[in-house]
């Protein structure tokens, strides 16, 4: 029997189906071996080696490797086909007692018969240059966390952390809202005119462009008057007509960062939403009769690569659906930037046979709406140009210049797969007055014609202030940045959330007041290393240890050279950054005072204002619905311990109390109270009747639907 080790449970069965009964396929679920929890694990004075050990929510998964790797013939080490995959496979030789230069290790991009055949045929050796770019990183990592941390702990709050890209992905939040803040707006005018030909009232519109042949500048409503009253006095004439063909190239195929974002502007799905969808038709979805079939390609990459065979199949797919005007006369080659790694493909679909309509019955809304969209993007993208004629004029009025276009579409091409949404990709902050001019179509115009005036049409604006970042927007800053890599994105973006760094203000993330605090301490001690800059500079390091022969200890020796000269500095100097509490409602049971919101080990309490002399405390409870016994409302409270249970508000007269949430709804079996919980990110529903069985489970995905 031939054990093949890979990491996602969600495509193991995907997989096995390709394998055939001499196979059988197991999961890790992510890592098994890492850095210790709860203490450094980086030996400072032995060349940074890491301490690793097995993590204890996997050592029954290790156990369980470890007995099915004592009966195997042959086994495979199929994690993820990047960094993070290459180190579980190189700490499962470790564990396991595999020999990492041996043929154990087996990738693919994709998850298809091919793809995983391919794969078996050519095992190889455990590549030691992306490990070891891997364990920079993870050591990195580890010494910012740990040793940023406890400082911010203790001069700001406790419970707080730092990190490498996540700290900076902060700063970037905090700086845009700085801007804002200190952003004056200036006044400005622009000026259009509808003119129409003398001989039919065919009226089009015309913006003003230069003033004396300079670009036109209007500050205010005094210029724009002696604008007006100047236009009166001539005629408008055509200057000069331009009658070009303009040709609109497709766009590359999905990234991780394009397919985020398109995914919040065109889907209005948030990260974690995006990153779940792509993640399940990655793995595999049922389709019926066919059982789990993987959809598209692997989700996490920054290249625009598209593989031959890809191309061959997107060819033969576009002469049989579209014809063969719809081919360009070379294939669409798409060049990766110079900071992208370019280990595997763009995100594509695998067939392009299982077109969005003939999976849409088995696939959820949400999944149906990614997978059609990474469908049509990667479609269009082997497809030709799309033609448009275009006609600009330029039109005189005395020292005026005013510019009118028109443009009518001539071949569609690539846009009969995906249409591009002008809207959706026009940068945020742009301001529509170059689109002003623009018309569906232009009437016939001649040199030295007089055109008619119908009206003008002064506008007075304002410039605007950098927009606050979007999910999606910082996602993209951080690639044009260098910050982080496609697997890092989501969950550094996740994590400020989490931690309140960050809020959002309808889609928009702006810095709360404790992100605002971070930031001002890492920016006093830290702004050598917290930095945009200095960390693509280290993300850029990482990719050499990957594709070169280069130790990894000595680059994360000369940083931490002068980490450790800062980290002195400031644990040395004694200002404090807290935040002052915040004033409540809430009366004092003791001395009558206002109870305000104070911080301490533990999070959040409600704390008396006329402290030291009254040292009143209670905890901030929130109401999470109705006692099932007396109909007062159930609080969460928490243990000695910290542990989170439910108890009536009505204590001691009642004395309800669960370790789960009551609901309100009724079991149908028995007729007690349900509980509920949260199960692998599934909400499950349970009988608080220990003698019945009635169980329900709401998967999240059906949440995700339903709240959207």
Same mark, same amino acid.
């Given at each position: 029997?031939?054990?093949?080790?890979?990491?996602?449970?969600?495509?193991?069965?995907?997989?096995? !189906?390709?394998?055939?009964?001499?196979?059988?396929?197991?999961?890790?679920?992510?890592?098994?071996?890492?850095?210790?929890?709860?203490?450094?694990?980086?030996?400072?004075?032995?060349?940074?080696?890491?301490?690793?050990?097995?993590?204890?929510?996997?050592?029954?998964?290790?156990?369980?490797?470890?007995?099915?790797?004592?009966?195997?013939?042959?086994?495979?080490?199929?994690?993820?086909?990047?960094?993070?995959?290459?180190?579980?496979? $190189?700490? %499962?030789?470790?564990?396991?007692?595999?020999?990492?230069?041996?043929?154990?290790?087996?990738?693919?991009?994709?998850?298809?018969?091919?793809?995983?055949?391919?794969?078996?045929?050519?095992?190889?050796?455990?590549?030691?240059?992306?490990?070891?770019?891997?364990?920079?990183?993870?050591?990195?990592?580890?010494?910012?966390?740990?040793?940023?941390?406890?400082? *911010?702990?203790?001069?700001?709050?406790?419970?707080?952390?730092?990190?490498?890209?996540?700290?900076?992905?902060?700063?970037?939040?905090?700086?845009?809202?700085?801007?804002?803040?200190?952003?004056?707006?200036?006044?400005? $005018?622009?000026?259009?005119?509808?003119?129409?030909?003398?001989?039919?009232?065919?009226?089009?519109?015309? #913006?003003? #462009?230069?003033?004396?042949?300079? !670009?036109?500048?209007?500050?205010?409503?005094?210029?724009?008057?002696?604008?007006?009253?100047?236009?009166?006095?001539?005629?408008?004439?055509?200057?000069?007509?331009?009658? /070009?063909?303009?040709?609109?190239?497709?766009?590359?195929?999905?990234? #991780?960062?394009?397919?985020?974002?398109?995914?919040?502007?065109?889907?209005?799905?948030?990260?974690?939403?995006? +990153?779940?969808?792509?993640?399940?038709?990655?793995?595999?979805?049922?389709?019926?009769?066919?059982?789990?079939?993987?959809?598209?390609?692997?989700?996490?990459?920054?290249?625009?690569?598209?593989?031959?065979?890809?191309?061959?199949?997107?060819?033969?797919?576009?002469?049989?659906?579209?014809?063969?005007?719809?081919?360009?006369?070379?294939?669409?080659?798409?060049? #990766?930037?110079?900071?992208?790694?370019?280990?595997?493909?763009?995100?594509?679909?695998?067939?392009?046979?299982?077109?969005?309509?003939?999976?849409?019955?088995?696939?959820? +809304?949400?999944?149906? &709406?990614?997978?059609?969209?990474?469908?049509?993007?990667?479609?269009?993208?082997?497809?030709?140009?799309? /033609?448009?004629?275009?006609?600009?004029?330029?039109?005189?009025?005395?020292?005026?210049?005013?510019?009118?276009?028109?443009?009518?579409?001539?071949?569609?091409?690539?846009?009969?797969?995906?249409?591009?949404?002008? !809207?959706?990709?026009?940068?945020?902050?742009?301001?529509?007055?170059?689109?002003?001019?623009?018309?569906?179509?232009?009437?016939?115009?001649?040199?030295?014609? @007089? %055109?008619? =005036?119908?009206?003008?049409?002064?506008?007075?604006?304002?410039?605007?202030?950098?927009?606050?970042?979007?999910?999606?927007? =910082?996602? &993209?800053?951080?690639?044009?940045?260098?910050?982080?890599?496609?697997?890092?994105?989501?969950?550094?973006?996740? %994590? *400020?959330?989490?931690?309140?760094?960050?809020? @959002?203000?309808? @889609?928009?993330?702006?810095?709360?007041?404790?992100?605002?605090?971070?930031?001002?301490?890492?920016?006093?001690?830290?702004?050598?290393?917290?930095?945009?800059?200095?960390?693509?500079?280290?993300?850029?390091? %990482?990719?050499?240890?990957?594709?070169?022969?280069?130790? $990894?200890?000595?680059?994360?020796?000369?940083?931490?050279?002068?980490? +450790?000269?800062?980290?002195?500095?400031?644990?040395?100097?004694?200002?404090?950054?807290?935040?002052?509490?915040?004033?409540?409602?809430?009366?004092?049971?003791?001395?009558?005072?206002?109870?305000?919101?104070?911080?301490?080990?533990?999070?959040?309490?409600?704390?008396?204002?006329?402290?030291?002399?009254?040292?009143?405390?209670?905890?901030?409870?929130?109401?999470?619905?109705?006692?099932?016994?007396?109909?007062?409302?159930?609080?969460?409270?928490?243990?000695?311990?910290?542990?989170?249970?439910?108890?009536?508000?009505?204590?001691?007269?009642?004395?309800?109390?669960? $370790?789960?949430?009551?609901?309100?709804?009724?079991?149908?079996?028995?007729?007690?109270?349900?509980?509920?919980?949260?199960?692998?990110?599934?909400?499950?529903?349970?009988?608080?009747?220990?003698?019945?069985?009635? /169980?329900?489970?709401? @998967?999240?995905? /059906?949440?995700?639907?339903?709240?959207?």
């Amino acid at each position: 029997m031939n054990l093949v080790i890979i990491e996602g449970v969600g495509k193991q069965d995907t997989i096995k !189906k390709y394998l055939g009964s001499n196979f059988e396929v197991v999961a890790t679920k992510g890592h098994v071996r890492d850095l210790p929890a709860n203490s450094f694990g980086v030996n400072l004075h032995d060349n940074f080696k890491p301490q690793y050990e097995i993590m204890p929510d996997k050592k029954d998964i290790v156990k369980m490797l470890q007995e099915k790797a004592k009966k195997a013939d042959r086994i495979y080490l199929a994690t993820d086909p990047d960094r993070e995959g290459e180190a579980i496979s $190189w700490h %499962l030789c470790n564990i396991l007692g595999l020999d990492e230069t041996q043929p154990i290790r087996i990738t693919f991009n994709e998850i298809s018969k091919n793809a995983v055949n391919n794969g078996l045929q050519h095992p190889r050796g455990i590549d030691i240059k992306l490990v070891n770019a891997q364990q920079a990183r993870r050591v990195l990592d580890r010494l910012v966390g740990y040793k940023i941390s406890p400082i *911010l702990c203790k001069k700001i709050q406790p419970r707080l952390s730092a990190g490498r890209v996540q700290s900076v992905a902060l700063k970037l939040v905090v700086d845009r809202e700085h801007e804002i803040l200190k952003f004056v707006p200036s006044e400005y $005018w622009t000026l259009n005119a509808e003119l129409y030909p003398q001989e039919k009232k065919d009226i089009f519109k015309a #913006t003003l #462009t230069k003033i004396n042949g300079k !670009k036109a500048s209007i500050e205010n409503s005094t210029q724009m008057d002696i604008v007006l009253n100047n236009l009166k006095q001539n005629n408008f004439v055509v200057k000069s007509v331009k009658k /070009t063909t303009q040709k609109t190239h497709a766009q590359a195929p999905y990234t #991780t960062s394009t397919m985020q974002q398109e995914a919040l502007n065109k889907l209005g799905f948030n990260l974690k939403k995006a +990153s779940f969808c792509a993640q399940e038709l990655y793995e595999g979805v049922s389709l019926g009769e066919e059982g789990k079939v993987a959809l598209i390609t692997y989700i996490r990459t920054d290249s625009v690569r598209v593989a031959p065979e890809a191309m061959e199949m997107a060819k033969n797919f576009i002469l049989n659906n579209y014809g063969e005007k719809y081919l360009p006369a070379k294939p669409n080659v798409y060049k #990766t930037k110079g900071s992208a790694q370019d280990a595997h493909e763009a995100i594509r679909p695998i067939s392009l046979d299982r077109t969005p309509e003939k999976v849409k019955p088995y696939l959820s +809304s949400d999944n149906y &709406k990614l997978y059609k969209l990474i469908y049509n993007k990667f479609l269009a993208s082997q497809m030709a140009d799309a /033609t448009h004629n275009l006609v600009v004029a330029e039109i005189e009025n005395g020292n005026y210049t005013f510019k009118a276009s028109g443009k009518t579409p001539i071949f569609d091409g690539f846009m009969a797969a995906f249409n591009v949404d002008k !809207k959706a990709s026009k940068k945020e902050s742009e301001d529509d007055d170059n689109e002003e001019g623009l018309n569906a179509n232009l009437p016939p115009l001649a040199e030295n014609e @007089k %055109l008619n =005036l119908e009206k003008l049409n002064p506008t007075q604006k304002f410039t605007k202030p950098p927009q606050r970042f979007t999910e999606a927007t =910082l996602v &993209k800053e951080m690639e044009e940045k260098g910050i982080g890599r496609p697997a890092t994105y989501t969950p550094t973006i996740t %994590l *400020l959330a989490s931690r309140h760094y960050t809020e @959002k203000d309808g @889609k928009y993330l702006k810095p709360t007041e404790l992100g605002e605090k971070i930031n001002e301490l890492l920016e006093k001690y830290f702004s050598d290393i917290i930095n945009v800059k200095f960390t693509a500079k280290m993300e850029s390091q %990482l990719d050499e240890i990957a594709e070169h022969d280069i130790n $990894w200890q000595d680059m994360v020796g000369d940083f931490y050279k002068d980490f +450790s000269k800062l980290l002195y500095a400031c644990d040395k100097d004694s200002l404090k950054f807290k935040i002052p509490p915040k004033e409540t409602d809430v009366v004092c049971d003791k001395c009558g005072g206002k109870m305000v919101i104070r911080t301490g080990k533990y999070g959040e309490f409600l704390a008396c204002s006329n402290y030291p002399n009254c040292k009143n405390i209670q905890p901030i409870t929130k109401e999470i619905g109705k006692c099932p016994k007396c109909g007062k409302p159930v609080l969460e409270r928490k243990s000695k311990k910290g542990k989170i249970f439910y108890g009536c508000s009505g204590y001691p007269e009642c004395d309800f109390i669960s $370790w789960e949430i009551p609901t309100e709804h009724k079991c149908p079996k028995c007729g007690e109270y349900l509980t509920k919980k949260l199960v692998y990110g599934n909400t499950r529903y349970k009988c608080s009747n220990p003698n019945c069985d009635f /169980t329900h489970t709401v @998967k999240k995905q /059906t949440q995700q639907s339903e709240n959207n």
